[in-house]
């Protein structure tokens, strides 16, 4: 099971930037689908954005052409680049890494402890 933490969350004007990290204890990508999800208080935990085990990436509506996902292979490391912040952006933002684990198709989930943004002027 991979173990993943997050950083780069923090205060930012709306309209402002902010890149989110994630960084896996082993290699993470080709075998496993990443993907960034946020939570704000009293709302369900929602996926953001997402790539896919072929290098095809998903985003949520409410963040298209202002968040992008990538990855650095030799830092086993996923990103999320948020452009154009507004205050509904806020939350806590976990990676999540989907893997299949054997042969009968077997989904695990792991993890991040989750990067506080909070966009406000």
């Known amino acids: 099971q991979v173990q993943l933490v997050e950083s780069g969350g923090g205060l930012v004007q709306p309209g402002g930037s902010l890149r989110l990290s994630c960084a896996a204890s082993r290699r993470i990508f080709s075998t496993s689908v990443m993907s960034w999800y946020r939570q704000a208080p009293g709302k369900q935990r929602e996926l953001v954005a997402q790539t896919t085990t072929t290098g095809a990436s998903n985003y949520a509506d409410s963040v298209k052409g202002r968040f992008t996902i990538s990855r650095d292979n030799a830092k086993n490391t996923v990103y999320l680049q948020m452009n154009s912040l507004r205050p509904e952006d806020k939350g806590v933002y976990y990676c999540?890494?989907?893997?299949?684990?054997?042969?009968?198709?077997?989904?695990?989930?792991?993890w991040g402890q989750g990067t506080q943004v909070t966009v406000s002027s």
């Open positions: 999540n890494e989907r893997a299949i684990v054997n042969v009968e198709g077997a989904i695990r989930d792991s």
